[in-house]
């Protein structure tokens, strides 16, 4: 019964097209949950964007460079893309583990993955916040910086 519910989202994901509100194609953002089975089925390298409500350089990578074709492209082809509000309050399991957001009603409610992947030594937690992630799981690069659509191309198609 698993392996059939496996092998429909899988089939779900690779065969549904992610459109956005024109019709125009959109990034196919997965949750952990979503990236987990997705993972086992189809090992492939994955993008994790950290983002808050209140990060006006994440708004505006989501206006212009989430929007770019090429960048969608690459996205929706060569990776898992992973989005995540860093300050949401749900429950994730993944790997086995289970993460939350023990700062939940503390200032600066910062959940436990995006601490976990994206903290810098000596460095406060920042955004934007975007993770590279090899198909091992393995991070290879972290960006804390507003990225244009050029540079996310020129990052994502090495």
Same mark, same amino acid.
């Given at each position: 019964? +698993? /392996?059939?519910?496996?092998?429909?989202?899988?089939?779900? &994901?690779?065969? !549904?097209?992610?459109?956005?509100?024109?019709? /125009?194609? !959109?990034?196919?953002?997965?949750?952990?949950?979503?990236?987990?089975?997705?993972?086992?089925?189809?090992?492939?390298?994955? =993008?994790?964007?950290?983002?808050?409500?209140?990060?006006?350089?994440?708004?505006?990578?989501?206006?212009?460079?989430?929007?770019?074709?090429?960048?969608?492209? &690459? %996205?929706?082809? /060569? @990776?898992?893309?992973?989005?995540?509000?860093?300050?949401?309050?749900?429950?994730?399991? =993944?790997?086995? +583990? !289970?993460?939350?957001?023990?700062?939940?009603?503390?200032?600066?409610?910062?959940?436990?993955?995006? %601490?976990?992947?994206?903290?810098?030594?000596?460095?406060? =937690?920042?955004?934007?916040?975007?993770?590279?992630?090899?198909?091992?799981?393995? /991070? !290879?690069?972290? @960006?804390?910086?507003?990225?244009?659509?050029?540079?996310?191309?020129?990052? &994502?198609?090495?």
């Amino acid at each position: 019964m +698993h /392996a059939r519910i496996l092998l429909l989202a899988i089939g779900l &994901l690779s065969v !549904t097209q992610a459109v956005g509100q024109e019709g /125009a194609p !959109t990034i196919r953002w997965l949750n952990f949950e979503q990236l987990q089975v997705a993972l086992l089925a189809d090992p492939r390298p994955v =993008f994790i964007d950290f983002y808050a409500d209140w990060c006006s350089a994440c708004h505006r990578m989501d206006r212009q460079a989430y929007r770019d074709p090429r960048v969608i492209s &690459l %996205l929706n082809n /060569a @990776y898992y893309a992973v989005k995540m509000d860093i300050e949401s309050p749900d429950t994730v399991e =993944f790997g086995g +583990h !289970t993460f939350l957001n023990e700062r939940i009603n503390q200032v600066n409610p910062v959940h436990q993955i995006p %601490l976990l992947m994206a903290s810098r030594q000596d460095k406060p =937690f920042s955004l934007p916040a975007m993770i590279l992630l090899d198909e091992n799981f393995v /991070a !290879t690069d972290r @960006y804390f910086q507003y990225l244009s659509a050029a540079q996310l191309v020129e990052i &994502l198609d090495r």
